[in-house]
T-cell receptor, first 117, second 112 residues
Framework: NAGVMQNPRHLVRRRGQEARLRCSPMKGHSHVYWYRQLPEEGLKFMVYLQKENIIDESGMPKERFSAEFPKEGPSILRIQQVVRGDSAAYFC???????????????FGPGTRLTVT | AQSVTQLGSHVSVSEGALVLLRCNYSSSVPPYLFWYVQYPNQGLQLLLK??????LVKGINGFEAEFKKSETSFHLTKPSAHMSDAAEYFC??????????FGTGTSLTVIP
């Protein structure tokens, strides 16, 4: 049973380019979460999605960032016109449907390390 | 406000010695608390979680943590460190707002 998969593992973009990060949740999981980890900092929540729905995007920057989780295919985190401050590790996590809050659990992917030059 | 503070960004212990990683939290509602471990170039793996049942929680790899409401703490311990325990450890809180809040992490080094 494969875990959460993210690709690419490393991504280098020049300032102004677009970055697309992909996340395939664990089999049977329909909830996806994106986090950003800046150097020397903890993970910061960005967005929570279910299939075809954005549930909570309160952690997403208002501009240039978007996320989707289509009915078919992986979840995509898209960063337009990247700037140096976007350099970070981006982690995706997934959880199964119907999980009770009392047993809340997320399974993390290995992350995508974005470097903006 | 919800937050997690991990005291000590780097901890070194000798192999076989006690491991103690500190975590304090702030939450306006009863929190759920978690410890995750991250090995180099890998994602986070859940070690253990507290979800308002027993205050002493046992996890994988011999780790355990105790929830102390009076001290707003959830420190992670292991009686005897092993070389394979060297990794980054994150404390996290799930509270108001249905979000996870992570600490800044503690890097554990085990000295042979």
């Amino acid at each position: 049973n494969a875990g959460v998969m993210q690709n690419p593992r490393h991504l280098v973009r020049r300032r102004g380019q677009e970055a697309r990060l992909r996340c395939s949740p664990m089999k049977g999981h329909s909830h996806v979460y994106w986090y950003r980890q800046l150097p020397e900092e903890g993970l910061k929540f960005m967005v929570y999605l279910q299939k075809e729905n954005i549930i909570d995007e309160s952690g997403m920057p208002k501009e240039r960032f978007s996320a989707e989780f289509p009915k078919e295919g992986p979840s995509i985190l898209r960063i337009q016109q990247v700037v140096r401050g976007d350099s970070a590790a981006y982690f995706c996590a997934s959880s199964p449907p119907g999980v009770a809050v009392s047993s809340y659990e997320q399974y993390f992917g290995p992350g995508t390390r974005l470097t903006v030059t | 406000a919800q937050s997690v503070t991990q005291l000590g960004s780097h901890v070194s212990v000798s192999e076989g010695a006690l491991v103690l990683l500190r975590c304090n939290y702030s939450s306006s509602v009863p929190p759920y608390l978690f410890w995750y471990v991250q090995y180099p170039n890998q994602g986070l793996q859940l070690l253990l979680k507290y979800t308002s049942a027993a205050t002493l929680v046992k996890g994988i790899n011999g780790f355990e943590a105790e929830f102390k409401k009076s001290e707003t703490s959830f420190h992670l311990t292991k009686p005897s460190a092993h070389m394979s325990d060297a990794a980054e450890y994150f404390c996290a809180l799930y509270g108001a707002g249905n979000q996870f809040y992570f600490g800044t992490g503690t890097s554990l080094t085990v000295i042979p």
